[in-house]
């Protein structure tokens, strides 16, 4: 064989194993579990239209950082939900500033002592329940029925939520380290 043929055969031959692996992947023949231990919504969608109660800048969804929040308005165990918000906020290290910690609601009746409570968490009030209800659309199960805390892309889209009750804090942390 000559030089040309074996320069061909290397160049051809990412192309060949490229197009083979996206056609097998097309057709259904790929990894049928992640690693990940949290649950994918069923699509990931926009959250927008919220407006910022507090002097902290609005949720700028430019890349920045990721937002792990909650739903306060029916949440029943918001000090868990917050205490383990911190230690994974804490526990990021030298990566602490690209995770914020939210708390959405359409209407909290406990406001101010939340804000004495978890002084560092961002209140976020959305004018509608357009948050809620995608919440509830896009989850595998009933999104509302048990507490649950939910991961926002730094651009703004939903992705994935964990049940407060049954989360390991390290196994967040490990989702967390992949994605950031």
Avoid: C
């Avoid at 992947?25 to 990931?44: D, I, Q, R, V």
């Avoid at 409570?117 to 595998?140: A, C, G, H």
């Amino acid at each position: 064989m000559n030089n040309k043929t074996i320069l061909l055969i290397l160049l051809i031959s990412p192309a060949i194993v490229l197009g083979l692996s996206s056609l097998a992947f097309s057709l259904g023949y790929g990894p049928e579990a992640t690693k990940n231990y949290g649950t994918f919504f069923e699509e990931s969608f926009p959250v927008h239209s919220l407006e910022n109660l507090e002097d902290n800048p609005a949720a700028d969804f430019s890349g920045r950082t990721w937002i792990l929040g909650i739903y306060g308005d029916d949440f029943k165990n918001k000090e868990k939900a917050m205490y383990v918000m911190k230690q994974v906020n804490i526990a990021l290290n030298r990566d602490i500033y690209k995770l914020d910690r939210y708390i959405f609601f359409n209407h909290l009746t406990d406001l101010n002592a939340l804000k004495e409570q978890f002084p560092r968490v961002i209140m976020q009030q959305e004018p509608d329940e357009t948050l809620r209800e995608d919440l509830e659309k896009f989850s595998t199960d009933d999104f509302h029925k048990t507490d649950k805390l939910f991961l926002l892309d730094p651009y703004g889209r939903a992705v994935m939520y964990y049940e407060l009750e049954t989360i390991d804090p390290k196994k967040l942390l490990k989702d967390l380290k992949v994605l950031i």
